[in-house]
């Protein structure tokens, strides 16, 4: 009985150890990213509210404030803000074209982005002991 509460531990490291190694697998239909949140401006504009480090909007040089004038032809402003985001998803590897306007150019511009996938968590160092809670006996 000794001999089997001392392995107990050892399992659990073995599983998490074999948890940690694995990236997870994500389900089909699991839609890519393209790494830019939008938001509302005045005049119902659509404007670039965050970029993420290291997607395809921050190697395309989107930059926050950037007016998203069209997604894929349709307007923005038509779309509105949730349509405008529900637009930015889609398969990873599909592409999506943003015709954008930034302030101090003269003319708009199209920005063609790839659809990332998904990114994995990132990964956790070290080991969490987890308290025993069972109830004593």
């Known amino acids: 009985m ?3 509460l001392r392995a107990a531990p050892l399992l659990a490291l073995t599983a998490l150890a074999a948890c940690l190694a694995a990236p997870p697998a994500y389900a089909p239909g699991t839609p890519g990213i393209v790494g830019l949140a939008l ?7 659509i ?5 993420h480090p290291r997607t395809p909007a ?3 040089d989107v930059r926050v404030g950037d007016e998203v004038v069209a997604i894929d032809g349709a307007s923005a402003r038509a779309l509105g803000l949730i349509g405008a985001s529900n637009r ?4 990873p590897g599909s592409h999506l074209r943003l015709f954008l306007r930034r302030a101090g150019r003269r003319r708009p511009f ?6 990332a996938p ?5 990964a956790r160092r070290g080991i969490d002991i987890i308290p025993d809670r069972r109830p004593a006996r």
Do not use: F, I
């Open 110 to 115: 199209t920005v063609r982005l790839r659809r």
């Open 118 to 122: 998904p990114s994995p968590p990132p």
């Open 39 to 45: 938001g509302a401006a005045p005049g119902g504009r």
């Open 58 to 60: 921050a190697r395309a």
């Open 47 to 51: 404007v670039v509210a965050s970029v």
């Open 88 to 91: 930015l998803a889609g398969a």
């Open 2 to 4: 000794r001999a089997a």
